[in-house]
């Protein structure tokens, strides 16, 4: 079964500071694609960050950046110089090929003055 | 204007009510999706509709029944629904159906069925 597992149901940072977030997959396919989705209080799920498994380079998009292990199976988000406006719940995701979006549990993260 | 619309943004029903959620959305896409989100549980996805056709339906009770009258417009008919079904349901839309296409999500209908 494919599976995404976020093992931090919370997490807190200090504004300014850098936080990583954890997450695990399971298959046996070599071709699929990663993401990190951010929901806030608004609800509204916003993508952030996208990885295709056959590019050995990880993704960023400006403080947001992975550490994308293929072989351990782990797709972490790192975010840095972290900002109130973080604060929400992030959802790690993959798809296989055309197949469905599996998510994760999520991880609330909190970000403190 | 986030693209993808939601209404209502909250509904409290009984268990014999027949109510229907609303999605439209803005973004020219293809491709609709509804997703049950439950406390402590990943996402689940209900149904994908593709250039209004369902294309996947997983397994879901009959008391929920989508419709797709057209490309921009995505419905969720609730009929005699259980309190477990009580969530929070998210609507998306894509570009296509073709697998790693980006998802835009509404903000939800939060539901709690008494």
């Known amino acids: 079964a494919q599976t995404v597992t976020q093992s931090q149901p919370e997490m807190s940072v200090q504004e300014a500071e850098t936080v990583t977030l954890s997450c695990t997959y399971d298959t046996s396919e070599n071709n699929y694609y990663l993401f990190w989705y951010k929901q806030p209080p608004s609800r509204q799920m916003i993508l952030v960050i996208r990885q295709e498994a056959y590019k050995q380079q990880n993704a960023t998009e400006n403080r947001f950046s992975v550490n994308f292990q293929k072989a351990a199976k782990s797709f972490s988000l790192k975010i840095s110089d972290s900002q109130l406006g973080d604060t929400a719940m992030y959802f790690c995701?993959?798809?296989?090929?055309?197949?469905?979006?599996?998510f994760g549990t999520g991880t609330r993260l909190q970000v403190f003055p | 204007e986030t693209g993808v619309t939601q209404t209502p943004r909250h509904l409290v029903m009984g268990m014999t009510n027949k109510k229907s959620l609303k999605c439209e959305q803005h973004l020219g896409h293809n491709a609709m999706y509804w997703y049950k989100q439950s406390a402590k549980k990943p996402l689940e996805l209900m149904f994908v509709y593709s250039l209004e056709e369902r294309v996947e339906n997983n397994s879901v009770p009959s008391r929920f029944s989508p419709e797709c009258p057209n490309s921009s417009h995505l419905f969720l008919h609730l009929h005699t629904l259980q309190p477990e079904d009580s969530a929070l349901y998210l609507c998306?839309?894509?570009?296509?159906?073709?697998?790693?296409?980006?998802?835009?999500f509404g903000s939800g209908t939060q539901l709690s069925v008494l």
């Open positions: 995701a993959f798809m296989v090929n055309t197949d469905k979006l599996i």
């Open positions: 998306a839309s894509s570009q296509d159906n073709w697998g790693d296409e980006k998802l835009f």
